[in-house]
């Protein structure tokens, strides 16, 4: 069975990498100045993917941290899915000519379902990611501004039939907690629907949480803060993806 992708999150406002608690910007943590260092960091160790969030743009509706993508694809060889504002085409046009290999969209896909049923068709299921992001099991949008009454599975799936294969799903409650991912969501989410390929975001706290994600079979995990805070080490990641059979599974 292939191993869990790691995939690191960068989220930016005003240029610099930040994390928030449960997407509130009043809980704002700086972490570096330089995201392109950040970026590099994680290549050095082995990752070959980046998450990287414009909470600027998603505040905005539109894109804003269009240069520092284009400085970090162009300085590292990380692949790079970018989200947070993409509202329009010529959003979409800007994110990819400045080095995006995939875009996220998750507001834009409950308010504007025809647009980004447009990009689906446009760009392909490789380039597009669904993000469905949960608070109680119900989609929240804008930034994690709004909540709706939308079901997440029920979402998922109608994008599924569309042709939608890559999903990001946070669980809000959890995201820069570090209490541990919604474990039952993914499972439930894998169960219902085992044609989506489910990137699970939000809580992660330690390498045992990606270990058991691993065991369950989800194929890829985003992770910030236990980073940034050394909740995870750069080395242990390296270890995983160089060795991953000298991790013991379930942290046994």
């Not at 990498?17 to 082995?46: H, I, W």
């Not at 799936?157 to 820069?176: C, L, P």
Request: proline letters at 3%; aromatic letters at 6%; one cysteine or more.
């Amino acid at each position: 069975m292939n191993k869990i992708e790691i995939i690191p999150a960068v989220d930016l406002i005003d240029g610099k990498c930040v994390r928030l608690s449960q997407g509130d910007y009043n809980r704002k943590t700086v972490y570096n100045e330089d995201p392109l260092e950040v970026a590099r960091m994680f290549e050095d160790a082995g990752i070959n993917r980046l998450h990287l969030v414009d909470l600027d743009g998603a505040k905005a509706k539109h894109i804003v941290n269009y240069k520092v993508l284009e400085k970090i694809a162009a300085k590292t060889n990380l692949v790079i899915d970018f989200g947070g504002g993409l509202k329009s085409d010529e959003d979409l046009k800007i994110a990819f000519n400045s080095g995006a290999a995939m875009v996220t969209g998750g507001s834009i896909a409950v308010k504007e379902k025809e647009t980004f049923l447009n990009w689906l068709e446009t760009f392909g299921s490789e380039k597009i990611i669904l993000g469905a992001d949960a608070k109680d099991e119900k989609i929240a949008v804008s930034g994690w501004q709004e909540s709706t009454e939308l079901p997440v599975i029920d979402f998922i799936a109608e994008f599924h039939k569309q042709g939608i294969k890559k999903v990001i799903s946070t669980d809000i409650s959890r995201d820069g907690m570090l209490t541990g991912p919604a474990f039952e969501l993914y499972s439930e989410i894998m169960e219902k629907l085992p044609g989506i390929e489910i990137i699970a975001s939000g809580g992660i706290s330690s390498m045992d949480d990606i270990l058991k994600l691993d065991e369950m079979g989800v194929p890829g995990v985003i992770t910030g803060k236990a980073i940034y805070e050394n909740k995870i080490s750069l080395n242990e990641i390296e270890k995983f993806i160089t060795a991953p059979s000298t991790f013991l599974k379930g942290g046994e």
